[in-house]
């Protein structure tokens, strides 16, 4: 074959590096020509991995220089000695195995997998050659081949050479988009690849179990979440489920530890298909289940066998979220700052709910031949209701410095109504108004509701205006708005199953009776667990009495503790507020603005970092160390940057969002058109625009805090002369481009992401977040860069700051909206459609309004991705509907995301 290669490289008088193709016979040993190529191949890293010192690029490049530059047409004989070449294999015993890892689904006919790759971790060893050009957070586009790497291992025999191979897809974790590492280390597990018997037919015959679960219809809103979610701070959603006890059972049904990640299933249901027996339990609001179209039980576990569809239905009349585990969890979903939920873009799969064409990565999760059946008793099943009532502790706004006492009593007697905006961020409560104690909220905001920005405990109820918010899952971690109570730690799971139209009443209870509930529910898990092991009857057994405890009403004070020195002394007066059974909230002085107050905050949580905190005696400790501070901060010295950022004032995306919230939102207020004009006049400032915009990168700023929202910044100026005072918008905008920097009281802030928000915008710089922490003083475990007390100032704005903007605006998110042909329809109408389940070019479109599906196989739609064409085909379900035209923004050409909707059927 050597001779024979030479012989036609010769012939066609090629001189540089590229292959030639043999088949052999496996029985005669002939040989015939297959192909030749002509340039450099993904195999030569095997060639060089066994002819140590070889570089094949190297000799290519200054071949090519030879040939331009010398008379001998190239290089010369010398410089391509063959000899330290021509070692037999059995005399050099140096072996090698090149595997390429694509980002392909071998579970569906490799079709490509773009998306993002959200870990990418390699095995390093001095045998393995790694050639890839991936990271976290690399995205993996439908554009170009789904190469993402080689890996190119080497060993003195063979069969080490395979152990090797297998030992280095095993130890490497690339996770995010289906990838065919697994069907690699099935490979080097085959008998027949380990004996070298890998013919042209071996494939054929090849059997490969693909461990995972395809999404076929992902719902309204399914996600994955694991308890207990993030506790980062700074801003982080915590995730996780929003029924911690429905998700609990489900992950005990099935033989997990009761926080490992799961599904979480907002009202309407989802199918999935395994392509392995599953063993798998659903909990929570009561819907229908069935598996292969056979109705099954929920809070039991089940079997999925290999190759069966789950469905679970739409939540029925009451409860909101349903829970589905599976034996084992998802390994191969990788954790983002300690936890595998999904919150706001982050974590989970893909960082966002689960859509048709998702493929997830299962653990061994077959049921046990010998294993007991488990199922939940009846008595032990929560109960679900349209009316809740749901037990709290006042605070830490709850007394009539805020809320008026006869505000407070209606507050806690009235039956609030959860609205249609609710969402994992908040629950939205619509009632009576707040019957407030105050006309303002002084620096805070023109509302009464309005305070300076302060932390918010998880659970609190928000007063966002007149418009009590229970902060949830995904909540903001402080804001300026009051907080009136706090639900207690083991009520928050009813907090989850509340449904848009039903109704709630707050109860207050004392953080004795929030530990009873504790306990109580402790008392309910050994009661399941054991009911698990040995099942008996539970006839005699109360329905629902392991849940059941009843309190009446307990009005309390919130301020646990007040230090109010005396009238010649520096101090500050400081308040403890009840904030949950979970929380202080402490208070410095009034409610102004004061940098020698958030000095002192900033000693107090110095020294609090230094100290193991108690589980009781909370309070004494917390006491003590503002005691033992100093009274005064004069000399105190903080660590701090100063960081200079680019902004551009009064930029077209901040108008932008304006010109969208006047057209979608309200379209007159007082800070309408432009808030700076707004800013302007409402500080009294006679040269308008232009002297508010002065003003404001005049003076260097102070990070106050970072929270809110993902290590959102809050910013002071520390030049008094250029504080500027703003209301928030009213209601909020519904989109703010990322890097927006705005006012709201005498607090700037600038938006890490693309969000909501009500500040009043006046520029646009450089986000301070990274989502994978990349760049300069951002990392993997802190993807933010600022922190309390540093300095931001203004660099010097330009065009081509602008110009830079512009750039990263148009990556962060590029989609045209097309408008609509005739033949494009508003799939809203029509409650069938056929579904992309990829990223995308729309290649064909082979069918036309009118059509009907004759046929199961009918392809309706040809797209291309990483150059190959997949057929979107009619499917079962679809035969002898009508094509009524193509999803919005749907034509040749035109570039779809996994969920787009490609044609609209009847």
Known sequence: ????????????????????EFLVDDATGDFFFLEMNTRLQVEHPVTEAVNPGLDIVELMIHQGIAQRDTNHGGLTPHELQQDPYEVTPNVKLLHSIEARIYCENPAAQFKPSPGVLQKVEFLRADW?????????????????????????????????????????????????????????????????????????????????????????SGGIETTVQDYPGRRVGSGIPRGGPMDTLAFFIANILVGNSPGIEGLEITLVGCKIHFHTACTVAITGAPLQATINGEVVDMWRCLIVPAGGTLAIGAI????????????????????????????????????????????????????????????????????????????????????????TSAGIEEFFSVHWKVTSSSNRMGIRLEGPPIAWARKSGGEGGSHPSNIHDNGYAFGTI????????????????????????????????????????????????TVAQSVSLMSKLDRYFEELSQTLVSPGPSSTRTKHGSLTQTFSDSPQDPKLHIIAPPSYSIRPRVVFRQAGDAAILIEYGGLKLDFTLRARIHAFETELSRRELPGEDLLYILVEIEISLPDSLHDAVFPARKIRFPIVLDDKWNRDALEKYMRSQRDEAVYLPSNIEHLAKN??????????????ISSDWLVFGVGFYLGCPFLIPIDPRCRLVGQKMNPSRTYTPRGAVGIAGLVAAIYPIESPGGYQLFGRTLPPWQTWGKGYDFSPSQPWLLRPFDQPADAKFTREIELHLSWTSRHAKLRMEE????????????????????????????????????????VLVVLEAMKTEINVEAGEEHVGHTVVGSGRGVKEGATVNPGDVLVVLK
């Open 1 to 20: 074959m050597c001779s024979a290669a030479l012989r036609l490289c010769e012939h066609v008088k090629y001189a540089s590096a590229g292959t030639v």
């Open 462 to 509: 928000n007063m966002n205006g007149d418009t009590p918010v229970i902060l949830t899952n995904d909540g903001p971690d402080m804001g300026g708005y009051a907080c009136v109570c706090t639900v207690a730690t083991e009520e928050m799971w009813k907090v989850g199953q509340l449904r848009p139209g039903c109704t709630v009443q707050f109860r207050r209870i």
């Open 316 to 403: 029925k009349d009451v409860g909101f979220r349903a829970y589905l585990a599976v034996r084992g969890g998802f390994p191969e979903i990788p954790e983002y700052l300690g936890s595998k939920s999904t919150s706001l873009g982050l974590g989970g799969y893909q960082g966002r709910s689960l859509i048709a064409g998702d493929c997830i990565a299962l653990a061994n999760c077959a049921h046990f031949a010998d294993e007991k059946e488990r199922v939940c008793p009846d008595h032990l099943i929560p109960q679900y209701k349209s009316h809740w009532i749901i037990y709290c502790l006042a605070g830490p706004h709850c007394d009539d410095e805020f809320i």
């Open 128 to 216: 393995l050659r790694l050639e890839n050009w991936v990271e976290n957070g690399t995205t993996i586009t439908p554009f170009f081949d789904p190469l993402i790497c080689k890996m190119i291992v080497t060993a003195p025999t063979r069969p080490e050479a395979i152990h090797r191979l297998h030992r280095a897809l095993e130890g490497s974790q690339i996770y995010g988009p289906p990838n065919n590492m697994s069907y690699l280390r099935a490979i080097c597990e085959s008998e027949a690849f380990r004996a070298g018997n890998s013919t042209t037919a071996f494939l054929d015959t090849f059997v490969y179990t693909h461990r995972a679960m395809d999404v076929i």
């Open 683 to 696: 500080n009294g400032l006679e040269g308008g625009a232009d002297e508010a915009l002065k003003l404001l």
């Open 819 to 858: 408008p609509e042909s005739e033949s494009q329809v508003s799939d809203g109408l029509y409650t069938n459609g056929i579904t992309s389940s990829l990223s995308a070019v729309i290649w064909k479109i082979k069918c036309q309004p009118g059509d009907v599906i004759r046929s199961a196989d009918d």
